[in-house]
């Protein structure tokens, strides 16, 4: 279906790690869209027409050639060459995005210890595609239809992520979600932002950070008209925004205080959401399940459950709407 100037461009898929179930729920989302052509899966052809098979599924109509998968890789193995075959896919629908291709670009769950196997060694698919980007800051979002959670440190150890935040760090952190929350059509966000500590340090009782750290980069992002909320207890903070009632975001501290309560909520429906790039990019809020990679159930179809990439799809496709193909 061609797309004119004028009309929306396609969304980006890419296929993940090709031992994993990125390929199998990347099938499994484009046979179930209401309209396939207006998805391009970003891969190995050869690998996924393979895969479509063995699954019994149909093809993509779209297939954009990314990388090349040797085709005596196994399921469920972490390999280097599954590794690299996922960083060139990412690369290649990252570049679609820049140059105007597709309007926002999905990718399927890799596996990080593959990829830094392959000789790429990035944390994850947030930090590569922030350098590819230009090295842009950017923050990652999860995001279902109850919650919304915006973290300040991502892939780092624990110990790490207490001893570099400062109040710079979440005063970024909040122009972003801010940005990023007004650009998804909400004219005013409220943004609570969630203690370090237990009870948020009851007074210094617990530690200082809040009263040193948090409570006066809450105030500084006050003072530029982000309405900023806080710090508040991290053990009840998500409940009241849960369902988006007191608040439409969460500033969770570091990735295990935000991540817990999204994933808690389901894995089906969670959509990673990395803002603060150039363009929309959102992935399933789940790994790559090497233990139901290359099983097949009762009708052949596979074990995996696309229902997260296909939240994701939905989420980038309302992130982009009003994008447009470029003109040659």
Not at 3 to 18: K, L, Q, R, W, Y
Not at 55 to 78: M, S, W
Not at 194 to 217: K, Q, S, T
Not at 251 to 267: E, F, R, V
């Amino acid at each position: 279906m061609a797309h004119t100037p004028a009309s929306p461009a396609p969304i980006a898929i890419t296929m993940g790690d090709p031992c994993g179930i990125g390929p199998e729920i990347l099938l499994k989302a484009i046979a179930k869209a209401p309209d396939p052509q207006a998805l391009i899966a970003v891969g190995d052809p050869h690998w996924l027409a393979a895969e479509a098979q063995r699954l019994k599924l149909p093809i993509p109509p779209r297939i954009e050639p990314a990388a090349t998968v040797p085709a005596d890789l196994q399921h469920g193995r972490v390999d280097p060459r599954a590794g690299d075959a996922a960083w060139r896919s990412i690369v290649h629908a990252t570049r679609m995005a820049q140059a105007g291709a597709v309007r926002a670009v999905v990718t399927a769950p890799i596996s990080k210890e593959a990829m830094q196997a392959a000789g790429h060694h990035y944390p994850g698919h947030t930090e590569l595609l922030a350098e590819l980007a230009g090295g842009v800051e950017v923050r990652m979002m999860l995001a279902n239809a109850e919650l919304r959670v915006v973290l300040v440190s991502i892939h780092v150890a624990l110990s790490e992520a207490v001893r570099t935040l400062d109040a710079p760090l979440i005063v970024r952190t909040l122009q972003i979600a801010d940005r990023a929350l007004r650009a998804a059509g909400l004219a005013a966000p409220r943004i609570a932002v969630a203690g370090l500590n237990p009870h948020a340090g009851e007074a210094g009782l617990f530690g200082r950070e809040e009263i040193d750290i948090v409570a006066p980069a809450i105030s500084e992002a006050r003072a530029q008209g982000i309405d900023a909320r806080g710090p508040f207890a991290p053990d009840t903070v998500f409940m009241r925004a849960r369902g988006l009632a007191e608040f439409d975001a969460v500033i969770a501290m570091y990735h295990d205080q935000g991540l817990i309560p999204i994933k808690y909520l389901g894995l089906d429906q969670g959509v990673n959401i990395t803002i603060g790039l150039p363009f929309v990019r959102t992935s399933p809020d789940h790994g790559t399940a090497f233990d139901l990679a290359g099983r097949a159930g009762a009708d052949g179809q596979g074990l995996a459950d696309p229902s997260s990439l296909i939240a994701a799809i939905a989420q980038a496709d309302m992130l982009s709407a009003g994008a447009r193909v470029k003109s040659n």
